[in-house]
């Protein structure tokens, strides 16, 4: 892990995104929108539950940080609410779980 996990991350499982990439193509909107999960979460709280849902007994190494690594990344997902419809139904460790399998 670089820095000390601090950093947020926000996760959105697959078939969410397909979903919200497809409301968009098929909506009338020119715009950007985001697409993502909301929730934010730190990388290092994220890397426990990996470790938790797959049942592994690893360890997280720590790594310097690189300089250019963003603190902070989370969607703000108003207009794909607004727009689309849309907004992502699949909760992290449900996702994570549909991964393992």
Sequence with gaps: MYGDGSQTRSF???S?????IYRLMMSDCAEPVNI????????????E??????????????????????KVRRRDIGK????????PE????????M???
Excluded: H
Aim: proline residues 5%; glycine residues 12%.
């Design 90 to 97: 699949v909760g992290l460790v449900e996702g994570l779980e």
């Design 12 to 14: 959105c499982y697959v």
């Design 80 to 87: 794909a609410k607004d727009v689309l419809g849309w907004e």
């Design 99 to 101: 991964t393992v399998e």
């Design 16 to 20: 969410d995104l397909i979903d919200g």
């Design 36 to 47: 993502g999960n909301p929730d934010e979460m730190s990388l290092l709280e994220f890397a």
């Design 49 to 70: 539950r990996v470790i938790e849902v797959i049942g592994s007994g690893s360890q997280i190494v720590f790594e310097e940080l690189p300089v250019d690594d963003p």
